[in-house]
C-alpha cells in the first residue's frame, strides 16, 4: 500500500504535466523526458526531467516538479532539502549548456507557498541566486 503523501505527490506531478500538454503553445512538451548523464562521474547513469520542452528556439526548458510542503519541513533540514532540488536541476542544465552547448530555462514547480513567514522569500532566493525560477502553482 502506498503512503498517502507519496500518493499526493504523483496526483500532483501528472496534474502539473497534464495541465503543460493542454495549454503550451510553443516548443515540444515531453514529461518524463530521460537524458544521458554522462558528463558526470557515474558514466551510464541517466536523469529524468520532469517537463522538458524543445524547440522553442535556440534554448531549451527545464522544469523540476516537486511536491514539497515547506511548511513541514524542520528549519534544520531546510537548507539540505534546497541544496538536493539545486542539485538535481543543475545535473540535467550541465548536459545541455556543456554537452549540447545550448542555453536552458530551468525552474522548479511547487505546489503552494509557506504559510510560514518569511520561508518563500527565503526559498526563492536562495533557487533564484542559482539560477533557478520558482513557481507557487496553486496560489
Known amino acids: 500500500m502506498e503512503p498517502l503523501i507519496l500518493k499526493r505527490g504523483k496526483e500532483f506531478h501528472k496534474k502539473v504535466q497534464e495541465d503543460w500538454r493542454n495549454t503550451a503553445?510553443?516548443?515540444?512538451?515531453?514529461?518524463?523526458?530521460?537524458?544521458?548523464?554522462?558528463?558526470?562521474?557515474?558514466?551510464?547513469?541517466?536523469?529524468?526531467?520532469?517537463?522538458?520542452?524543445?524547440?522553442?528556439?535556440?534554448?531549451?526548458?527545464?522544469?523540476?516538479?516537486?511536491?514539497?510542503?515547506?511548511?513541514k519541513i524542520k528549519e534544520k533540514n531546510l537548507q539540505k532539502l534546497?541544496?538536493?532540488?539545486r542539485r538535481q536541476v543543475w545535473k540535467y542544465i550541465n548536459k545541455y549548456l556543456d554537452i549540447d552547448h545550448i542555453d536552458v530555462c530551468p525552474g522548479i514547480i511547487y505546489p503552494s507557498e509557506p504559510k510560514t513567514p518569511g520561508l518563500k522569500l527565503k526559498i526563492e532566493k536562495y533557487l533564484n541566486d542559482y539560477g533557478l525560477q520558482v513557481v507557487w502553482y496553486y496560489d
Do not use: A, Y
Not at 512538451?29 to 524543445?54: A, Y
Not at 534546497?82 to 532540488?85: E, I, K, W
Open 82 to 85: 534546497l541544496s538536493s532540488h
Open 25 to 71: 503553445k510553443n516548443g515540444d512538451i515531453f514529461p518524463e523526458h530521460t537524458i544521458p548523464l554522462s558528463h558526470l562521474k557515474n558514466l551510464g547513469k541517466s536523469g529524468r526531467i520532469d517537463i522538458f520542452v524543445d524547440d522553442i528556439g535556440d534554448f531549451v526548458s527545464i522544469v523540476e516538479i516537486k511536491s514539497t510542503d515547506w511548511d
